[in-house]
T-cell receptor, first 114, second 111 residues
Framework: SQELEQSPQSLIVQEGKNLTINCTSSKTLYGLYWYKQKYGEGLIFLMMLQKGGEEKSHEKITAKLDEKKQQSSLHITASQPSHAGIYLC??????????????FGQGTTLQVKP | DTGVSQDPRHKITKRGQNVTFRCDPISEHNRLYWYRQTLGQGPEFLTYFQNEAQLEKSRLLSDRFSAERPKGSFSTLEIQRTEQGDSAMYLCASAMGETQYFGPGTRLLVL
């Protein structure tokens, strides 16, 4: 079965610094989703990537999909305290009869120090 | 607010009791998912509905768990004879296209 591994598991950065979170899949990626979660709350959709080489940006967050490496990266530029939270990558298992369920990585906890 | 609501937000129960959670998806969304999330982990898929039909259930969903979506709108997840291992956040998500939108979750604590 497909597994997603995120690195690092946790990250503490000074406000204003850039950072990158990686998500590596054990199998071919058929679409990769990035979500953000505040502790004790639901997931907020950030971005979806579908094609190898695809790159999307939303405000100061950029995500890229490297299909050959079965990997996606999430990059935050000039981090702010509002970026703090848990970042989760999710992917569909692919194949025929896919119901759209998502498999998630274990999450990366980001703290931004003012 | 994603438009997906869940009730209750928190539930504390004693081992052996039954609990029921409700999810109200975004109104035009025909697909509904339940996930379970434990501390420090990503959500794990439990079950999936397309309209009122339950089309997939995870092996995580033991016989004590049952889910319904009677009219293809809201859904309920019931856990019978709760165990301490059932303590987790239960998340509901709905979708029309490719993106799933999650509710705020129901946090269950079994004492």
């Amino acid at each position: 079965s497909q597994e997603l591994e995120q690195s690092p598991q946790s990250l503490i950065v000074q406000e204003g610094k850039n950072l990158t979170i990686n998500c590596t899949s054990s199998k071919t990626l058929y679409g990769l989703y990035w979500y953000k979660q505040k502790y004790g709350e639901g997931l907020i959709f950030l971005m979806m990537l579908q094609k190898g080489g695809e790159e999307k940006s939303h405000e100061k967050i950029t995500a890229k999909l490297d299909e050959k490496k079965q990997q996606s990266s999430l990059h935050i530029t000039a981090s702010q305290p509002s970026h703090a939270g848990i970042y989760l990558c999710g992917a569909g298992p692919g194949g025929s009869g896919n119901t759209g369920k998502l498999i998630f990585g274990q999450g990366t906890t980001l703290q931004v120090k003012p | 607010d994603t438009g997906v609501s869940q009730d209750p937000r928190h539930k504390i129960t004693k081992r052996g009791q039954n609990v029921t959670f409700r999810c109200d998806p975004i109104s035009e969304h025909n697909r509904l998912y339940w996930y379970r999330q434990t501390l420090g982990q990503g959500p794990e898929f439990l079950t999936y509905f397309q309209n009122e039909a339950q089309l997939e259930k995870s092996r995580l969903l033991s016989d004590r768990f049952s889910a319904e979506r009677p009219k293809g709108s809201f859904s309920t997840l019931e856990i019978q004879r709760t165990e301490q291992g059932d303590s987790a956040m239960y998340l509901c998500a709905s979708a029309m296209g490719e993106t799933q939108y999650f509710g705020p979750g129901t946090r269950l604590l079994v004492l």
